[in-house]
């Protein structure tokens, strides 16, 4: 069995519909949702944004149970230009499965091959941004990959992290990351939202562009797990 993890659901919808026989299942309390692609039996699992509610509910999912791979999914934020929203990007520093056997895969996928920074808070800040890439060497940045990464590997479990770019510093989120999303929370507070694009209303249409930008990167994101799930 497979299994694939993405923060929310709002990043693993795509995928969820590519799933045939779905079924809820219960890992020590955490929901997850099993389905096929293909005859590769696969369980999703949502972490979570953040270290804190990642490491908890990745505990008990992983908890007595042994899976043939793993992979990290999601969005990630770039931290340069180079990337464009909707670009795939693998995280070379995380992942353990020999890529040299998916060589063909990531090839036809156009997947970019980089180093991946899990930051401790939301940042959607450009000079932010700069700074970690050049602390790092990264090209990317999320929030959950470094504790998957920690755990799989005290399980044996090979781990392929994969993640599509929803943000770089050209193409900002359209409001305040603590807006779009509250990580106290683990949702996006609608009151706040609502309030900021009432007081901001020339942001509308910037967040509309970027729905219609995170609806392609999510699709992009579904087609290349299902491609690679197939070829695991």
Do not use: W, Y
């Not at 005859?39 to 999703?44: L, Q, T």
């Not at 795939?88 to 060589?103: D, G, P, Y």
């Not at 949702?187 to 995170?214: S, V």
Request: charged content about 25%; hydrophobic content about 40%.
């Amino acid at each position: 069995m497979i299994a694939v993890t993405f923060a929310l659901p709002e990043e693993s919808s795509g995928f969820l519909r590519r799933l045939r026989d779905k079924s809820h299942a219960d890992r020590n309390g955490i929901t997850t949702i099993r389905g096929k692609i293909g005859d590769r039996e696969v369980e999703v699992l949502h972490t979570g944004v953040g270290k804190r509610v990642c490491r908890q509910r990745l505990g008990k999912f992983l908890e007595n149970q042994q899976f043939d791979f793993l992979i990290s999914s999601g969005f990630a934020g770039a931290l340069n230009d180079e990337i464009q929203v909707g670009d795939l990007l693998l995280a070379k520093n995380f992942s353990t499965v020999n890529l040299n056997e998916k060589r063909s895969c990531v090839s036809r996928l156009r997947i970019h091959m980089a180093d991946l920074f899990t930051a401790p808070t939301l940042s959607d800040s450009s000079d932010e941004r700069t700074e970690i890439a050049r602390t790092t060497s990264a090209s990317a940045v999320d929030m959950e990959t470094e504790f998957i990464a920690r755990a799989c590997a005290a399980h044996g479990i090979p781990l392929l992290s994969l993640r599509v770019i929803s943000d770089t510093p050209r193409n900002p989120f359209p409001a305040p990351a603590h807006v779009l999303f509250d990580v106290a929370i683990q949702r996006t507070d609608l009151p706040k939202l609502a309030t900021f694009f009432l007081t901001h209303p020339n942001r509308i249409p910037g967040l509309l562009q970027f729905a219609r930008k995170i609806a392609h990167a999510r699709k992009r994101l579904a087609d290349a797990l299902v491609a690679i799930v197939r070829e695991l």
